[in-house]
């Protein structure tokens, strides 16, 4: 995420940088991520599936529903918020 993007500065006021990984699925990591949102790491064409699915699996310990907010393809993360259901 470049410092000049807009995500940057939802990421910073939501809280996420500095966060730990919480969970793998194919090379896909989730982290930073908090009960509002986070990142998940190592997305391609072939692990998108997976990376909502592990999205979708952190928000729920929250007993929230996963919304992908953004897409990094130069640097394979994908973006997501934890919303009320």
Known sequence: MKRGSGLWAIALSLGLVGCTAVAVIGGSAVGPADQWGGVVSNVTQFTD???LQLAGAHCAQYG??????????????????????
């Not at 529903?65 to 918020?81: C, H, I, K, P, S």
């Open 49 to 51: 599936p997976g990376a």
């Open 64 to 85: 929230r529903t996963a919304r992908v907010t953004g897409l990094e393809l130069a640097d394979n993360r994908l973006f997501f918020a934890c919303i009320p259901p």
